[in-house]
Nanobody
């Protein structure tokens, strides 16, 4: 089992920044690819960003490329999502996810999920 706890969400004006954190416990963090997903009201959950276990490779949804950056600190068992130039359409609950297979994470989601953190961007 892997337990994931997100933090860092909140209310921000358009153009602002937030940094989300996801702290992991349980199985060896280094074994897992990590990702962020989001779900806006009335919409399906969507992929945002992912990072391999080593941090050597990342992927982003087209909607966030150039604005969001995913990173991880394996010594702290934590993955981050730096979100800049936020837009009202970024408003959603953001979920952290972990998976042993990177491609599975990117295409279908995680084996483990956090409880989510709300991000609200006002115009």
């Amino acid at each position: 089992q892997v337990q994931l706890v997100e933090s860092g969400g909140g209310l921000v004006q358009a153009g602002g920044s937030l940094r989300l954190s996801c702290a992991a416990s349980g199985h060896t963090f280094n074994n897992y690819a990590m990702g962020w997903f989001r779900q806006a009201p009335g919409k399906e959950r969507e992929f945002v960003a992912a990072i391999t276990w080593s941090g050597s490779s990342t992927d982003y949804a087209d909607s966030v490329k150039g604005r969001f950056t995913i990173s991880r600190d394996n010594a702290k068992n934590t993955v981050y999502l730096q979100m800049n130039s936020l837009k009202p359409e970024d408003t959603a609950v953001y979920y952290c996810a972990a998976a042993l297979e990177y491609r599975v994470l990117v295409t279908t989601g995680g084996d483990y999920w956090g409880q989510g953190t709300q991000v609200t961007v006002s115009s």
